[in-house]
């Protein structure tokens, strides 16, 4: 079974928009969520990361939202560009662990 | 400073062949995962090598799949008499020590594998 589950699938967004994806997970004792970028023909990279004991971390334009008791977390993408144009994954893992649960993804495509 | 090196980035086989799917790590990184990537799903953890050593494979699939670390080379994840369901992406990590003690997997760019 799927223990991340990410949505949407994909979705478009004009230059200077927001960009929000969504992520629930099923295991209460994950305590790392991280959140990979893509590009295409390339590995997914590390964008951002949060722990639960904090609901919400920003890193420039990449602001992770954190909520424990709905076990949901999201990416929002300020002021979106068209190099932000890639697939994101959120995923999650317990402290300690390096199996990394994934999400499906979400192709984000920024139209100028 | 070269990243994690993968290859084929593109391998086709037809069903009963063998697979060989090749991971270089980053320069100093003795520690390599390889997740597989189905269509429509997020990557999955297959296994956990170290240097001459299989740490995890519980996301393996029994039978057909194996992977190696040696002591000199890139890893291998090897896959006998493919079947059509083995289609998917292979993405191999890597990290200097043992990722979720702050250590970051550094992922490569997939061999993507299709088995006609």
């Known amino acids: 079974q799927q223990q991340v589950k990410q949505s949407p699938q994909s979705l478009i967004v004009q230059k200077g928009g927001i960009s929000i994806i969504n992520c629930a997970y099923e295991?209460?004792?994950?305590?790392?969520f991280p959140w990979y970028q893509q590009f295409p023909g390339k590995g997914p990279a590390l964008l951002i990361a949060?722990?639960?004991?904090?609901s919400e971390k920003k890193e420039g334009r990449f602001t992770i939202s954190f909520n424990k008791s709905a076990k949901q977390f999201s990416l929002h993408i300020m002021d979106s560009q068209p190099g932000d144009s890639a697939t994101y994954f959120c995923?999650?893992?317990?402290?300690?662990?390096?199996?990394?649960?994934f999400g499906a993804g979400t192709t984000v495509t920024v139209r100028a | 400073n070269a990243g994690v090196m993968q290859n084929p980035r593109h391998l086709v086989r037809r069903r009963g062949q063998e697979a060989r799917l090749r991971c270089s790590p980053m320069?100093?990184?003795?520690?390599v995962y390889w997740y597989r990537q189905l269509p429509e799903e997020g990557l999955k953890f297959m296994v956990y090598?170290?240097?001459?050593?299989?740490?995890?494979e519980s996301g393996m699939p029994k039978e057909r799949f194996s992977a190696e670390f040696p002591k000199e080379g890139p890893s291998i994840l090897r896959i006998q008499q493919v079947v059509r369901g083995d289609s998917a992406a292979y993405f191999c990590?890597?990290?200097?020590?043992?990722?979720?003690?702050?250590?970051?997997?550094?992922f490569g760019p997939g061999t993507r594998l299709t088995v006609l």
């Open positions: 949060i722990r639960p004991d904090v």
């Open positions: 295991n209460t004792a994950f305590d790392y």
């Open positions: 320069k100093g990184h003795s520690h």
């Open positions: 990590a890597s990290s200097p020590a043992a990722a979720g003690v702050g250590n970051e997997q550094f």
């Open positions: 090598l170290q240097k001459e050593n299989i740490i995890d």
């Open positions: 995923a999650a893992t317990l402290r300690g662990d390096y199996k990394l649960s």
